[in-house]
């Protein structure tokens, strides 16, 4: 009896799916089964893998949203010449963008310094702080610079700053620079810091505002518009008449190089299909930083800081030539629905490439015409918070930029340490290229690493490192210290020494890496009508972290183990939020905002055979819509199954 009212009920229920639009009555049978089919046979796992999603009302061609499958094919991909001109043209001023971001190291080096109005015995020298600053750029692993080198402690002057009259020997190569042309030293000495302030804090700014920009009116103008304005404001850095003169125009030249920086760096990734993305910015990255291993030898030519000055901006002349043969970037124009400057930029590429577009298979060309009365649509960057995906992901590179290159200035102070026994050489050289050669290491190891475990993986691999050389060195080490005080322990101050400075080198070759890794990681995931606006914060926070650096030398390093502590904290918060990352690599770059939020990720481990996933996509899911209504049709279908044991 009770089967039976079971069976009544179910069917009195049947009438409801009909009265709310649900499968007709005819089509029960066939609803049922493939019910039972469902309940049977599971679905397959899948990778936890972005599908792109079904086109919202109002939006474009789903054809003309996947450039990397259908537009970028059409005009040759990488293959096409004129595709490789435009990489080489954004590879050229990478050299100059070095130059100018090392500048600072021979510009604002402290030199040793004593007084002309000596006595018989003629007065020791004073030394002041020996630190080259190193700035940022990107890249990025991109063309992110070394971070600051760490700078002794001023000893105490204080008997000899009475003086009218100084004379220096500075060791960097020049004759004359920025503090013995102005005697920024003793009371002046806290006007270095100022200066080297300048042009990280011009730097983080431009990246942010012409970020923004470049996703407004376009990447072309950002670049070209930079060019111009750093060629005013570098070269009457060379004029400057004080040191309030110079930090101001510093300040502006930052801004315009950010610019340069971020556009260049943008239409590299857009211009390149999945599998080359990595290599190009890398090869940027190796440029740039050739030009901070030729800069002493640039300096040592010019021998005067003025001239050394007017010699890194010169070059940037060139790039005026970039408003005749460079074009804006065509998968900008198509993400953001430019369908008309698209059209007319497709076929200014098949003609250089000397293509024929009656080869377009896919037909991109009639969608395009298609679209052509559609309104452009653009985007700033503030629309990510109300995103669910996307701004997670931008928030967890910005940390770990942040956190590689600030605890990169904490391992270089412990190598360098607070004392002169500590310092690997008192040679301002071999210092430099002691840095230069670890940045140059840890980008060479980027290429393997991240090409065998990806972009996720090799970040994960590198601030893993990071936080072991920083949790050892913070640990063992102080455990090591009070051991060599014992009599009895065999320990001296030496072993301690090398283990620091080995924790040093393990410690700056990995957040250098993960920085820069960071960086590029942005750079694929953040959707094109955005990509300037996210690239933008990702660089900043890079910036960020190392203005640590000449904070931390203005006040004296005081606060410096608080500083290591709060750092070797972040880099364990990084680790755990760098699983929630998807996995960019050869994967196609999504376009708008909403392509980007179904950009999930998947699991770092592949599933075993017959495994079922925990979490399931969205195209999973939807499979399963019309289970709920078709569960009540079949009802008497599904008891016998459950009876049979299936």
């Known amino acids: 009896?009770?089967?039976?009212?079971?069976?009544?009920?179910?069917?009195?229920?049947?009438?409801?799916?009909?009265?709310?639009?649900?499968?007709?009555?005819?089509?029960?049978?066939?609803?049922?089964?493939?019910?039972?089919?469902?309940?049977?046979?599971?679905?397959?796992?899948?990778?936890?893998?972005?599908?792109?999603?079904?086109?919202?009302?109002?939006?474009?061609?789903?054809?003309l949203l996947d450039y990397d499958g259908s537009v970028l094919p059409l005009l040759g991909g990488l293959g096409g010449g004129y595709q490789r001109t435009l990489v080489l043209l954004t590879w050229i001023p990478a050299l100059f963008i070095g130059f100018s971001q090392f500048s600072d190291s021979f510009l604002l080096d402290q030199p040793d310094f004593w007084c002309r109005e000596a006595d018989g015995q003629g007065n020791g020298t004073g030394h002041l702080t020996r630190g080259p600053a190193n700035h940022s750029q990107s890249s990025g692993a991109g063309m992110?610079?070394?971070?600051?080198?760490?700078?002794?402690?001023?000893?105490?002057?204080?008997?000899?700053?009475?003086?009218?009259?100084?004379?220096?020997?500075?060791?960097?190569?020049?004759?004359?620079?920025?503090?013995?042309?102005?005697?920024?030293?003793?009371?002046?000495?806290?006007?270095?810091?100022?200066?080297?302030?300048?042009?990280?804090?011009?730097?983080?700014?431009?990246?942010?505002?012409?970020?923004?920009?470049?996703?407004?009116?376009?990447?072309?103008?950002?670049?070209?518009?930079?060019?111009?304005?750093?060629?005013?404001?570098?070269?009457?850095?060379?004029?400057?008449?004080?040191?309030?003169?110079?930090?101001?125009?510093?300040?502006?030249?930052?801004?315009?190089?950010?610019?340069?920086?971020?556009?260049?760096?943008?239409?590299?990734?857009?211009?390149?299909?999945?599998?080359?993305?990595?290599?190009?910015?890398?090869?940027?990255?190796?440029?740039?930083?050739?030009?901070?291993?030729?800069?002493p030898g640039l300096a040592a030519l010019c021998r005067d800081w003025q001239v050394l000055q007017a010699v890194i901006i010169c070059p940037f002349l060139l790039m005026l030539l970039y408003w005749v043969i460079f074009p804006e970037s065509l998968r900008w124009l198509m993400a953001t629905q430019q369908f008309e400057a698209s059209k007319k930029l497709i076929l200014h590429f098949t003609n250089k490439n000397e293509m024929n577009i009656e080869s377009d298979i896919k037909g991109v060309m009639p969608e395009l015409e298609k679209e052509l009365t559609r309104r452009p649509k653009k985007v700033c960057i503030v629309k990510v918070v109300g995103t669910r995906n996307l701004w997670k992901n931008i928030v967890v590179l910005c940390v770990n930029s942040l956190t590689g290159f600030g605890i990169h200035h904490c391992f270089a102070k412990s190598m360098m340490g607070h004392e002169a026994k500590m310092t690997i050489t008192h040679n301002f050289y071999a210092d430099y290229y002691t840095m230069a050669g670890i940045a140059l290491a840890s980008c060479l190891a980027m290429c393997p690493v991240v090409g065998f475990l990806g972009r996720r993986g090799g970040l994960l691999l590198f601030m893993i490192l990071t936080a072991l050389a920083s949790l050892l060195q913070l640990g063992l080490l102080n455990l090591i210290g009070k051991y060599s005080q014992l009599p009895d322990s065999g320990m001296s101050d030496s072993v301690k020494d090398k283990f620091s400075t080995a924790f040093s080198i393990?410690?700056?070759?990995?957040?250098?890496?993960?920085?820069?890794?960071?960086?590029?990681?942005?750079?694929?995931?953040?959707?094109?009508?955005?990509?300037?606006?996210?690239?933008?914060?990702?660089?900043?926070?890079?910036?960020?972290?190392?203005?640590?650096?000449?904070?931390?030398?203005?006040?004296?390093?005081?606060?410096?183990?608080?500083?290591?502590?709060?750092?070797?904290c972040c880099t364990l918060i990084c680790i755990i939020c760098i699983l929630l990352l998807p996995e960019s690599k050869n994967q196609n770059l999504p376009e708008n905002i909403p392509d980007g939020e179904h950009y999930t990720r998947k699991p770092l481990l592949p599933h075993k055979k017959g495994e079922q996933p925990l979490l399931l996509t969205n195209s999973e899911l939807k499979d399963y819509s019309g289970l709920h209504d078709s569960s009540a049709v079949g009802d008497g279908v599904s008891e016998n199954t459950t009876a049979n044991g299936m």
């Open 506 to 568: 393990v410690g700056m070759f990995s957040s250098h890496a993960g920085g820069s890794l960071s960086v590029f990681f942005c750079a694929e995931i953040t959707q094109h009508v955005i990509k300037g606006g996210g690239l933008g914060l990702v660089l900043a926070s890079a910036g960020f972290g190392m203005l640590t650096a000449p904070i931390m030398e203005l006040h004296n390093q005081k606060g410096y183990f608080l500083h290591h502590v709060i750092f070797a």
């Open 1 to 63: 009896m009770a089967i039976d009212r079971r069976r009544e009920a179910a069917g009195g229920g049947r009438q409801l799916p009909e009265e709310n639009g649900s499968l007709p009555a005819g089509e029960a049978g066939s609803a049922a089964a493939a019910a039972a089919t469902l309940a049977v046979a599971p679905p397959a796992p899948a990778e936890i893998q972005t599908l792109p999603p079904p086109p919202a009302a109002g939006s474009s061609s789903p054809l």
């Open 144 to 295: 992110l610079g070394t971070p600051a080198l760490p700078t002794l402690p001023p000893g105490d002057n204080a008997s000899q700053c009475h003086c009218h009259e100084w004379q220096y020997r500075i060791r960097a190569g020049l004759v004359q620079n920025v503090v013995s042309k102005w005697d920024l030293v003793c009371e002046s000495s806290w006007k270095v810091h100022i200066a080297k302030f300048s042009l990280l804090v011009g730097l983080i700014f431009g990246y942010l505002i012409t970020g923004c920009i470049a996703d407004w009116v376009g990447r072309r103008p950002v670049l070209l518009f930079s060019v111009i304005f750093i060629l005013i404001f570098g070269l009457t850095v060379a004029l400057s008449v004080n040191v309030t003169m110079f930090s101001t125009l510093r300040f502006f030249e930052g801004f315009c190089l950010a610019g340069i920086i971020l556009s260049l760096y943008a239409l590299r990734i857009e211009l390149c299909p999945p599998g080359h993305r990595f290599m190009v910015t890398m090869v940027a990255s190796f440029i740039a930083m050739a030009g901070q291993f030729l800069m």
